[in-house]
Nanobody, 125 residues
Framework: VQLQAYGGGLVQAGGSLRLSCAAS????????MGWFRQAPGKEREFVAC????????YYADSVRGRFTISRDNAKNTVSLQMNSLKPEDTAVYYC???????????????????WGQGTQVTVSS
């Protein structure tokens, strides 16, 4: 499975961006999908995830209420709508996928099997 993330860019504080990630290859093995981010000098951190069915989502406290994750299984895509962006949201954002089809939530990087290449999000103050 290959993941390709896109949609990053430069935005002012308070603005919005929408990230998307397209899966290709053996997409029938893609289960839960998630987004992580990594700022310079910091560890990769969990942002949001969504189960295979889309029926269960989970967010980091720092983004809950501002970000919304969604997926379209027919198109093998997952998206992250980011509103009310803050300078501290600046990071490289990575999409990830695992092979679980159940309703469990994974928030640790090592729980995911596939990773995209990352897309830069920069929020200016």
């Amino acid at each position: 499975v290959q993941l390709q993330a896109y949609g990053g860019g430069l935005v002012q504080a308070g603005g919005s961006l929408r990230l998307s990630c397209a899966a290709s290859g053996r997409t029938q093995s893609v289960g839960e999908m998630g987004w992580f981010r990594q700022a310079p000098g910091k560890e990769r951190e969990f942002v949001a995830c969504i189960t295979r069915s889309g029926g269960n989502t989970y967010y980091a406290d720092s983004v809950r209420g501002r970000f919304t994750i969604s997926r379209d299984n027919a198109k093998n895509t997952v998206s992250l709508q980011m509103n009310s962006l803050k300078p501290e949201d600046t990071a490289v954002y990575y999409c990830a996928a695992d092979r679980r089809w159940d309703m469990t939530i994974a928030t640790m990087p090592d729980e995911y099997d596939y990773w995209g290449q990352g897309t830069q999000v920069t929020v200016s103050s």
